[in-house]
């Protein structure tokens, strides 16, 4: 099923059936994951979100202390990974539209995956400034509008798969 259900708690967590020694966070955009809060762009309707947003335009006005926050709560998950024993550089983050906007608190070490979003090209380059730049990805597909295809999981698995190899 789609979208936020309210009965599944988020984070959903899938339970491992062995020795966990790699995590995958991904943040998945407007109305489908992110905690419930009144939208502007969407007449303060409240609805799963990272944090406010305005309007579509380059210039309009951000959020920046919901973005803030949303990275504040992702550096949270990434934290427990962590203290999980999870090394920070076996996390993968990634994100797909609103949900790859607050994925710049993460740890230098972290490998970030994005996919297109309105401002992708303009997101990805500040993420290179706030984590190392060979671990940032950023994928187009050309004529594919706000939605996936199979190419983008083949690459999806492709990245993951670049992983080391499990730890014994």
């Given at each position: 099923m789609c979208g936020n259900n309210t009965s599944i708690p988020l984070p959903a967590i899938a339970p491992a059936s062995q020795?966990?020694?790699?995590?995958?966070i991904f943040l998945h955009g407007l109305g489908d994951t992110g905690p419930v809060r009144p939208?502007?762009?969407?007449?303060?309707?409240a609805m799963s979100s990272w944090f406010d947003i305005t309007g579509l335009s380059p210039d309009s006005q951000e959020d920046e202390s919901g973005i803030k926050q949303a990275a504040e709560n992702i550096k949270a998950l990434i934290d427990q990974e962590v203290k999980n024993d999870i090394p920070s550089d076996r996390?993968?983050?990634?994100g797909f539209s609103q949900g790859g906007g607050p994925i710049g608190g993460a740890n230098r070490d972290i490998s970030i995956?994005?996919?297109p979003l309105m401002f992708g090209s303009l997101t990805v380059e500040k993420l290179?400034?706030?984590v190392n730049p060979a671990n940032?990805?950023?994928k187009t597909y050309e004529?594919?509008?706000h939605s996936s295809c199979q190419q983008e999981m083949t690459d999806v698995k492709q990245f993951i798969d670049k992983l080391p190899l499990p730890i014994d």
């Open positions: 020795k966990v020694t790699a995590a995958v939208v502007t762009l969407n007449m303060n309707m996390i993968i983050l990634g995956l994005q996919f290179k400034t706030l940032v990805t950023f004529g594919m509008m």
